[in-house]
T-cell receptor
């Protein structure tokens, strides 16, 4: 399968600071990328969908000004958690899909564990 | 809206024993169904999926799942597990025709295979 890489795998930041998480498709061009969040003992929840060169579409209840998503190239999407607070501590996972239909498989990164102290 | 319930958060099993990981879903529309596996420090990998056709789907490493529409279930089974099957398993659904756009995940089941 195709490879999607997230960086960093773990990050600790101070409350009030911003942190950026990168999601890269290493061997294919990702026209669509998805960002998920998983709280302990809970399901992965879709936060937003981004298409290269377009603004991200956020799911209901996700603050777009807090979770900034940039998908400026076909191999890179970034999620920036702005003014992070302890309640933003979570596991963030991206997935990426090449051009095609909605049934084109999306491949997942290994996730980023964010801890806000 | 859709929801997914994975009934067991952890399943311990001995090597070479059979295993079943349970998944039930709720949806008012037709759905696609998926099982993903996550090995330590790796991303989620698609294990198998049901889009249409035969309700019994198989993976290349011996897992199978059966879509039961009347019971709204998609349980994952393997007749004989290996140590290497130790991982987190996620069941997911997507409303037709959402495909991979609208994956809704369960909370995951940690399968621990002991020697």
């Amino acid at each position: 399968g195709a490879v999607v890489s997230q960086h960093p795998s773990r990050v600790i930041c101070k409350s009030g600071t911003s942190v950026k998480i990168e999601c890269r498709s290493l061997d294919f061009q990702a026209t669509t990328m998805f960002w998920y969040r998983q709280f302990p003992k809970q399901s992965l929840m879709l936060m937003a969908t981004s298409n290269e060169g377009s603004k991200a579409t956020y799911e209901q209840g996700v603050e777009k000004d807090k979770f900034l998503i940039n998908h400026a190239s076909l191999t890179l999407s970034t999620l920036t958690v702005t003014s992070a607070h302890p309640e933003d501590s979570s596991f963030y996972i991206c997935s990426a899909r090449a051009d095609g239909t909605v049934n084109t498989e999306a491949f997942f990164g290994q996730g980023t564990r964010l801890t806000v102290v | 809206a859709q929801s997914v319930t994975q009934l067991d958060s952890q399943v311990p099993v001995f090597e070479e024993a059979p295993v079943e990981l349970r998944c039930n879903y709720s949806s008012s529309v037709s759905v696609y169904l998926f099982w993903y596996v996550q090995y330590p420090n790796q991303g989620l990998q698609l294990l198998l999926k049901y889009l249409s056709g035969s309700t019994l789907v198989e993976s290349i490493n011996g897992f199978e799942a059966e879509f039961n529409k009347s019971q709204t279930s998609f349980h994952l089974r393997k007749p004989s597990v290996h140590i290497s099957d130790t991982a987190e398993y996620f069941c997911a659904v997507s409303p037709v025709p959402g495909g991979y756009n609208k994956l809704i995940f369960g909370a995951g089941t940690r399968l621990a295979v002991h020697p």
